[in-house]
């Protein structure tokens, strides 16, 4: 059974940086891609950032690009979402993701393996 467990969001003023990791377990992720999705109040859940586990090929939104860094600990199992320059519309649950095979723009629901979601507050 995946299993995917979050950690680091929390309040940061506008302009901050948090940095959000995800550590998985329960099987061999290599030929998975690993990311993270986030859902603010009233809206859906869109793509934030991807990275495949083989390769390290990243993929990002263009919302942020460029503030946002993502990355892996394939020894580990553990990815990482640096995000600086953060702006309150960032304000969301950000969810760490995990599905089979390359997905340069993730479809939420195609993923089938979730974390619990982790809330990221940037204020003005």
């Known amino acids: 059974q995946v299993q995917l467990v979050e950690s680091g969001g929390g309040s940061v003023q506008a302009g901050g940086s948090l940095r959000l990791s995800c550590a998985a377990s329960?099987?061999?992720?290599?030929?998975?891609?690993m990311g993270w999705f986030r859902q603010a109040p009233g809206k859906e859940r869109e793509f934030v950032a991807a990275?495949?586990?083989?390769?390290?090929?990243?993929y990002y939104a263009d919302s942020v690009k460029g503030r946002f860094t993502i990355s892996r600990d394939n020894a580990k199992n553990t990815q990482y979402l640096q995000m600086n320059s953060l702006k309150p519309e960032d304000t969301a649950i950000y969810y760490c993701?995990?599905?089979?095979?390359?997905?340069?723009?993730?479809?939420?629901?195609?993923?089938?393996?979730w974390g619990q979601g982790t809330q990221v507050t940037v204020s003005s």
């Open positions: 329960g099987r061999t992720f290599s030929t998975y891609t």
């Open positions: 990275v495949n586990w083989s390769n390290g090929r990243t």
């Open positions: 993701a995990a599905n089979n095979g390359d997905w340069p723009k993730g479809v939420a629901t195609t993923i089938n393996y």
